[in-house]
């Protein structure tokens, strides 16, 4: 017992330094290079802003970025350190999980082939709602697989506030658990802890979290329901092959570099495959929740996202290296340094990645990634403008297009509300009433819709403006993009 103990804890030392340091390059590396986030960030920013519950998500990630955003400090690294909290979050109950069925070895191989795939690293910079499932879906994970195997209260009640967290976040996490009871129902050993009090009490404690947000959805008309159930229909043959493709996509997205890293440690690997029970666990982790999005998305009829994978990465890491356990394998110390290299190559991919959308977005004179503008630059000048302008607070900032002008979200410290007309549920009629009672900014560029702001606010015709350029935030090619801001006078249309 004493031996085992010191194995587990001479390998679990290493590899939660190189989950340290893989949290830190992904945050301090990518703050450093960007001037903006993604869209996903700055819808959720949004939802926030409006207490979230009239959202199309559920909202406790627009209220976790409402606080971080309150802050006024560094927005964009705090955001990107929010998420990889998480991916750290996540790898604790990977290892965790592994660990119910192998060795500290095969655990190890877990946590490198979850912190390396695409879920933890390009797509965590995003920090919208997929991300921020990702520790839930590694905790729900956990707890399940654990009540399963060891029975309990315990267990089963931190199950039960995992999955009512989750759904707070997104309501993808239903797929993980109609993944657990489809094998909690096919291994004969789990199925009558299926059937226990602790099983349904986790469901009422799950029941208890969700409901308050639930009734409030449903008296605002359900809009998070009807866009989880089919807000993207396939309406024909092509729409079908899209939905396809992006299926195929996301299987991608999900395996690519987990197998490589499995690759990396045991180029042997499928001679060492699990059999019986083992393999049946690794297997309904690996795949089982694709399997239920396919199904998912049959039964609603819906154009799939690749994007809806991301959570799902904990559970593959998991359920590869159940498959696939390697505990006379690769040493600890071996493990953690490739996932440093491999941490630190995909920050050396994401830069070139960067360096493209720069050099692409000044030859198409707009910006080609969400990544690349210097957001703060904007910010401070509808800010300045405000204050020569009007008088008050900021009420409201009115955006045309979302690349570069919805960045503004990030900055103001007045924190006002937006009307975005490239996104219908934030341009309704009510928003442009209150946006024209309190007055605030309009900001257009070249690659927004102007007309539709001028219809909406016709006394925006001969108000006073304000020409700028916005530069990219790191500058490969000195690209920037011209801006104009126009005043839009308190009580005005």
């Known amino acids: 017992m004493n031996a085992a103990r010191a194995e587990t804890t001479n390998c679990a030392r290493p590899v939660a330094l190189a989950v340290i340091a893989h949290a830190l390059l992904w945050s301090v590396a990518p703050a450093l290079i960007v001037g903006n986030l993604h869209q996903d960030t700055l819808e959720a920013a949004y939802w926030g802003n409006d207490g979230a519950l009239g959202a199309r998500h559920p909202p406790l990630l627009s209220l976790a970025l409402e606080l971080v955003l309150r802050l006024d400090h560094a927005p964009i690294f705090l955001l990107l350190l929010l998420s990889q909290i998480g991916m750290a979050v996540a790898a604790c109950y990977v290892w965790r999980s592994a660990s119910l069925f192998c060795g500290p070895r095969t655990a190890a191989v877990a946590v490198m082939m979850f912190l390396v795939s695409l879920s933890a690293t390009f797509f965590a910079v995003q920090v919208n709602h997929n991300s921020a499932l990702t520790p839930f879906w590694a905790a729900t994970?956990?707890?399940?697989?654990?009540y399963l195997e060891r029975g309990g209260w315990g267990f089963?009640?931190?199950?039960?506030?995992?999955?009512?967290?989750?759904?707070?976040?997104?309501?993808?996490?239903?797929?993980?658990?109609?993944?657990?009871?489809?094998?909690?129902?096919a291994a004969p050993r789990y199925r009558r802890a299926l059937f226990r009090p602790e099983a349904g009490g986790a469901a009422v404690i799950a029941a208890a979290l969700t409901a308050p947000w639930v009734v409030s959805m449903l008296h605002g008309g359900g809009r998070a329901l009807s866009y989880a159930l089919g807000?993207?229909?396939?309406?024909?043959?092509?729409?079908?092959?899209?939905?396809?493709?992006?299926?195929?996509?996301?299987?991608?997205?999900?395996?690519?570099?987990?197998?490589?890293a499995l690759l990396l440690v045991n180029r042997n690997f499928t001679s060492r495959r699990s059999r019986g029970e083992r393999a049946l666990v690794g297997a309904a982790l690996a795949f089982g929740p694709s399997?239920?999005?396919?199904?998912?998305?049959?039964?609603?009829?819906?154009?799939?996202?690749?994007?809806?994978?991301?959570?799902?990465?904990?559970?593959?890491?998991?359920?590869l290296a159940l498959l696939f356990p390697c505990d006379a394998g690769a040493k600890p110390a071996d493990i953690a340094g490739r996932?440093?290299?491999?941490?630190?190559?995909?920050?050396?991919?994401?830069?070139?990645?960067?360096?493209?959308?720069?050099?692409?977005?000044?030859?198409?004179?707009?910006?080609?990634?969400?990544?690349?503008?210097?957001?703060?630059?904007?910010?401070?000048?509808?800010?300045?403008?405000?204050?020569?302008?009007?008088?008050?607070?900021?009420?409201?900032?009115v955006i045309a297009e979302s690349k570069l002008a919805a960045s503004t979200v990030l900055w103001l410290r007045s924190r006002p509300r937006f009307v975005d007309f490239s996104h219908p549920e934030w341009s309704r009629p009510a928003d442009v009433r209150r946006c024209a009672e309190s007055g605030g900014i309009a900001i257009f560029t070249r690659a927004g819709a102007r007309a539709g702001v001028l219809v909406a606010f016709p006394a925006l015709r001969g108000a006073p403006t304000r020409e700028l350029v916005v530069p990219a935030a790191f500058g490969f090619s000195h690209a920037a993009w011209p801006a104009e801001l126009a005043y839009l006078a308190p009580g005005r249309r």
């Open 141 to 146: 994970l956990f707890y399940a697989l654990a």
């Open 291 to 319: 399997l239920v999005l396919l199904i998912g998305v049959i039964l609603t009829d819906q154009t799939a996202k690749p994007q809806w994978v991301m959570p799902f990465a904990s559970s593959c890491a998991v359920g």
């Open 339 to 397: 996932i440093n290299l491999l941490s630190g190559g995909l920050v050396a991919a994401f830069l070139a990645y960067l360096f493209v959308g720069d050099v692409v977005g000044t030859a198409i004179g707009r910006p080609l990634t969400f990544y690349v503008p210097d957001s703060r630059r904007l910010g401070e000048a509808v800010e300045h403008f405000w204050r020569e302008r009007g008088s008050g607070t900021l009420g409201c900032v």
């Open 156 to 185: 089963a009640v931190k199950a039960g506030f995992s999955v009512g967290l989750g759904l707070l976040v997104k309501l993808e996490l239903a797929f993980l658990v109609v993944c657990l009871v489809g094998l909690a129902l």
């Open 231 to 260: 807000d993207r229909k396939v309406l024909d043959v092509a729409g079908l092959a899209f939905s396809a493709l992006n299926l195929l996509d996301g299987q991608f997205i999900l395996f690519v570099f987990p197998v490589a």
